[in-house]
């Protein structure tokens, strides 16, 4: 950097707004030439090369100016990133996102606003509030509230943790004490459920065995009779059912629990078990035209956790907490005179989330709501989906591939096992043949464990992708497959072991 430049100068503000606008410009043009040229989802580059990249930038070194910075960032970042755009990315819950919650981003990284308290944020709180209330409305919760998050383990948590003070003020009412309850209580899900359910049972103090697994039928699914054996279970133990965790769409499998017969469960209890739904992935199936009914009974629930960054087609962050009650967020507020004194009427957010300082991630979806709409979004989901049941009926049909279990929404759960292949080799397939595409960069696909044996999974979250590009993928898992298996290339079966 020039030494006669004042670093003031970097500052957004009046006197920088028209290097802002050039500055940015430039970036968007670089961005949309690399989007629109894309050719494989990853360079290819090892994690070595990256490493040494990496390492060779001087973070103490004096400032180089804006070009020479953003030419890095170009080079080091962009060039290496991951393009979930790209038809051949088929890994993880990751989406291609809508071009208004792009525009949103840019406008609210540049004002920067902090939806913590009515006084830093104005309107954004507003909004944010009213999109809560929206959301509410889709799940069915006539008085819900909420607060947007970080993402789905953040509102897992944060749902777990008002379950958890729920029951303790309960026993508070019969003159137990928090220390005498705590030991006593279990949290209840399916072996679907996400992993974040136990990491927020361990960071609420609860003890290592308080994640009590529910039998699930053969697409991993709660059984609702599984599900009251292991109530009247826990009860004859002698603990106490904190609350109940179903899951609307598995990561794995992108199953929905029966939400239906879980809440009639719950329900029976008198309503004194918390039936908390995560639907990270399921959410888009608020605002389908064509499968809605898969949420049935969802607005049992006490909680929801929605994540907008997965099928709503937002950028990264975007989740919310959703609850039936708005007391029920009570328990998370800490007041504190100099942020939100409680003789205040301004509605501070801070004193529903586990957040201070937080963006104003709901503008990336008041923006998409207002330019596509609701149901635009509904048959954005809705393509994945279809798309996903398409590729299951190809692979039904196909010799080479092997379909291990159905879905409800657009995960795909497959093996490369052609007549004749053994189950111990089409095993010993997956982790090398997921390998070497990923290090190619010519396609993404990821694998997980399913009843005991490891299957390739694709994800399929972009609405823009056909059969045909789905098919490019499946042609490169069945070419690096036969590969292998044909050479009997031990090593490469192994390395990924």
């Not at 036969?482 to 192994?494: C, K, N």
């Amino acid at each position: 950097m020039p030494a006669s430049h004042d670093v003031v100068d970097e500052v957004l503000n009046a006197a920088s707004a028209d290097r802002y606008a050039r500055l940015v410009g430039s970036v968007v043009d670089d961005l949309a030439a690399r989007i629109r040229t894309v050719e494989q989802p990853f360079t290819g580059a090892s994690r070595a090369d990256l490493q040494a990249a990496v390492d060779a930038v001087d973070l103490d070194g004096p400032g180089q100016g804006n070009e020479t910075a953003l030419a890095e960032v170009t080079d080091l970042y962009v060039r290496n990133a991951v393009w979930f755009h790209h038809p051949s990315y088929a890994a993880h819950l990751n989406c291609p996102v809508v071009l208004p919650a792009v525009a949103a981003e840019a406008a609210l990284a540049a004002v920067n606003t902090s939806v913590d308290t009515y006084d830093q944020s104005t309107v954004a709180t507003l909004m944010e509030r009213r999109l809560v209330g929206w959301t509410a409305g889709r799940i069915g919760f006539d008085d819900g509230d909420g607060v947007f998050t970080s993402g789905g383990t953040q509102s897992n948590l944060q749902a777990l943790f008002c379950a958890r003070e729920a029951i303790v003020a309960r026993a508070a009412e019969t003159g137990r004490r928090r220390t005498e309850v705590l030991p006593r209580l279990k949290v209840l899900t399916g072996a679907s459920s996400h992993f974040s359910v136990n990491t927020a049972a361990r960071l609420l103090g609860l003890d290592d065995d308080a994640v009590v697994t529910v039998d699930v039928d053969a697409l991993g699914r709660v059984r609702p009779a599984a599900l009251r054996r292991a109530i009247d279970q826990v009860h004859a133990d002698g603990h106490l059912v904190m609350a109940v965790v179903a899951t609307a769409g598995t990561t794995d499998r992108g199953c929905v629990d029966p939400l239906q017969a879980i809440a009639d469960v719950c329900h029976g209890e008198d309503g004194a078990i918390w039936l908390h739904v995560d639907a990270a992935y399921g959410c888009g199936l608020l605002v389908s035209s064509t499968r809605r009914h898969l949420l049935d009974g969802i607005e049992r629930a006490r909680s929801v956790t929605v994540d907008y960054h997965k099928s709503f087609f937002q950028p990264v962050s975007a989740s919310a907490l959703i609850v039936r009650e708005a007391s029920d967020l009570a328990p998370v507020a800490w007041y504190a005179d100099y942020l939100n004194p409680v003789a205040n009427a301004e509605p501070n957010q801070v004193d529903k989330s586990l957040q201070t300082t937080r963006r104003f991630d709901a503008l990336k979806l008041w923006t998409t709501l207002r330019s596509v709409g609701a149901d635009g979004l509904g048959e954005l989901f809705d393509r994945v989906c279809d798309l996903a049941a398409d590729v299951h009926r190809d692979l039904a049909d196909d010799t080479d591939f092997d379909l291990v279990a159905p879905t409800d929404l657009s995960t795909v759960l497959f093996r490369y096992q052609p007549a004749g292949m053994t189950d111990a080799d089409a095993d010993r397939l997956v982790p090398p043949v997921r390998r070497l595409l990923f290090d190619s960069g010519r396609a993404m696909v990821t694998k997980t464990v399913v009843e005991g044996r490891p299957c390739f999974k694709l994800t399929l979250l972009n609405p823009a992708s056909t059969v045909a590009d789905v098919h490019v993928v499946l042609d490169l898992v069945r070419s690096v497959a036969a590969t292998l298996h044909q050479t009997r290339t031990l090593d490469s079966l192994e390395m990924a072991r």
